[in-house]
């Protein structure tokens, strides 16, 4: 089978692609994947160590744009839509799959035009601007949660998968956490990292107290990475950081604690490695739907939140001395987390995906 994956940009876009492909390679090594999107810098490099076919395609986003961006952004699109159905027709996919973010929308376009299968694959509780754009072209829209609201506007397209994740973290296997160890925190703030997030772990630090008990992992924006490790050096505290980490799965394993946005995918990974966190969504996320990813985790017990209206440095070292102190409610958060996950979210989602394509060839 010929799978094409549409989208990407971010991480919270482009790892559950790549997961997906991953599940489809697993599933019979015969199968070809090939991504297309406007090839950012994160989406080449991490899309080469993988392995994967990438082409890329004239495109721009509009949201948040000038009105002479928006107006570049739109007479953008028919050349998008040009390339990818060129692409298309020449990769001859029996499947294309749109992962959100602006890049998937005229690939998806391009594959009903030229009359391929479509799916759609929804990260957050509230879809995306795209997919909510490309929904009627669909045949399948595969969603993270099962409180989506594409499964009121769309139920006989949707089913309920949960957000792929990738397959080294899938796999992670845990050792009883050794009490002389030190309580290891790992900040992540998305792809991207997170300035706000940063600057509150920065203030925290101060305020913690015997510091020797403690190692902060912690993946920053490049800009800020220096001041953030000097932080941690002024204040004699343990650590390592880094703007981008390979190998998320096994800063995963070291970690007692999570301090991240509420991205979906990190959701996603947190709840099926059952791993304690508290999230700080980002405030401006499209409706809101960092602080609705959240609440599926808080309103089960399963994590705790902080809204960055109301963050501070001393309340952010006050519950990590707090979990640090106390591993029961740490362990039961994380059990409960972990009741909550998908693990083999790509599997199911694969499976469908063959089910939904093989009346057709």
Request: hydrophobic letters at 40%; charged letters at 25%.
């Amino acid at each position: 089978m010929n799978i094409l994956i549409a989208g990407g940009g971010t991480g919270g876009h482009l790892f559950p692609g790549i997961s997906i492909a991953e599940a489809f390679m697993a599933r019979d090594p015969k199968n070809r994947v090939l991504f297309v999107s406007d090839g950012r810098p994160l989406e080449i490099s991490v899309l080469s160590k993988k392995g994967f076919e990438h082409e890329c395609i004239t495109v721009r986003g509009i949201k948040g744009a000038g009105a002479r961006d928006q107006m570049t952004s739109l007479l953008k699109i028919p050349v998008g839509i040009f390339e990818s159905v060129r692409i298309i027709r020449r990769f001859r996919p029996d499947l294309v799959i749109g992962v959100g973010s602006y890049s998937a929308g005229p690939v998806v376009i391009g594959a009903w035009l030229s009359g391929s299968k479509i799916a759609l694959q929804e990260q957050n509780i509230l879809p995306g601007i795209t997919n909510r754009i490309l929904s009627p072209f669909a045949d399948r829209i595969y969603v993270s949660f099962g409180n989506s609201e594409f499964r009121i506007r769309n139920s006989k397209k949707v089913r309920v998968t949960g957000n792929p994740i990738r397959k080294e973290i899938q796999n992670l296997k845990f050792e009883t956490r050794n009490s002389d160890s030190p309580f290891t925190v790992l900040i992540i703030g998305g792809s991207q990292g997170a300035r706000s997030v940063n600057l509150a772990v920065m203030e925290a630090i101060p305020y913690i107290k015997d510091k020797d008990r403690f190692f902060f992992i912690h993946q920053t924006r490049v800009e800020d990475e220096k001041k953030v490790k000097d932080a941690y050096i002024k204040e004699g505290l343990s650590c390592t950081v880094r703007p981008f980490f390979d190998d998320m799965a096994r800063q995963y394993q070291k970690a007692d604690l999570l301090i991240c946005r509420a991205g979906a995918t990190t959701v996603a990974e947190i709840t099926a490695i059952g791993k304690g966190a508290i999230f700080i969504p980002y405030p401006f996320a499209a409706n809101n739907h960092q602080v609705l990813n959240a609440q599926t985790l808080t309103n089960a017990g399963a994590a705790e939140m902080i809204l960055q209206k109301d963050l501070s440095g001393r309340q952010l070292a006050e519950r990590i001395e707090y979990y640090a102190s106390n591993p029961q409610a740490l362990e039961t958060m994380a059990s409960r987390a972990k009741r909550l996950g998908r693990p083999d979210a790509a599997e199911a989602l694969v499976d469908d995906c063959y089910q939904l394509v093989m009346p057709a060839l």
